[in-house]
T-cell receptor, first 111, second 115 residues
Framework: DAKTTQPTSMDCAEGRAANLPCNHS???????VYWYRQIHSQGPQYIIH???NNETNEMASLIITEDRKSSTLILPHATLRDTAVYYC????????????FGSGTQLTVLP | DAGVTQSPTHLIKTRGQQVTLRCSPK?????VSWYQQALGQGPQFIFQ???????QRGNFPDRFSGHQFPNYSSELNVNALLLGDSALYLC??????????????FGPGTRLLVL
């Protein structure tokens, strides 16, 4: 699986958009970008995934660059409950693929 | 719709003992994966079970074993516990239908402390 690079930590003001970047320059053609988040001491929570088109769901938007070497997760109106570690994971589709978590980005939403 | 459930929530054992952790997958899911998360680190893949067989395994010793039952629930067993086995153990379930829909959904985890 391709390796990902994320900033260690980020802050965001409550009510503002949180933009979390992820670099995955070695991504291959059939690999998806998955985002999970983990609130302190809880299990990771699935957020969104995409292949090459931008994706949006009730939680977030995922913007993937045209060359697919990087992506940005956008939380449009961050709340204090969005404070968590956000993991960007790249892998082939299918549950046969183990998720390889990196260190993630600690997002802190400030009041 | 119940999500992934795990039991117990917390557990304390001593070195050398054996432990069994349990997981019930999300309704409709047939695949269970187990992860170990040490303090301050991301989860590490242990193994995955599908159709009652271990389908894939991460870099963990044979002291870690598992089982999947006909109702798709699963157990993780760890023998000869070491202090380094202290961690949050996470179970994730998914549906092996192929394609990108096989999103893994995680349970709340079992926190194991080995003294």
């Amino acid at each position: 699986d391709a390796k990902t690079t994320q900033p260690t930590s980020m802050d965001c003001a409550e009510g503002r958009a949180a933009n979390l970047p992820c670099n995955h320059s070695t991504i291959s053609g059939n690999e998806y970008v998955y985002w999970y988040r983990q609130i302190h001491s809880q299990g990771p929570q699935y957020i969104i995934h995409g292949l090459k088109n931008n994706e949006t769901n009730e939680m977030a938007s995922l913007i993937i660059t045209e060359d697919r070497k990087s992506s940005t997760l956008i939380l449009p109106h961050a709340t204090l409950r969005d404070t968590a570690v956000y993991y960007c994971i790249v892998g082939s589709p299918g549950s046969a693929r183990q998720l390889t978590f990196g260190s993630g980005t600690q997002l802190t939403v400030l009041p | 719709d119940a999500g992934v459930t795990q039991s117990p929530t917390h557990l304390i054992k001593t070195r050398g003992q054996q432990v069994t952790l349990r997981c019930s997958p999300k309704s409709g899911h047939d695949t269970v994966s187990w992860y170990q998360q040490a303090l301050g680190q991301g989860p590490q893949f242990i193994f995955q079970y599908y159709e009652e067989e271990e389908r894939q395994r991460g870099n963990f010793p044979d002291r870690f074993s598992g089982h999947q039952f006909p109702n798709y629930s699963s157990e993780l067993n760890v023998n000869a516990l070491l202090l380094g086995d202290s961690a949050l153990y996470l179970c994730a379930s998914s549906l092996a239908s192929g394609g990108y829909q096989e999103t893994q959904y995680f349970g709340p985890g079992t926190r194991l402390l080995v003294l």
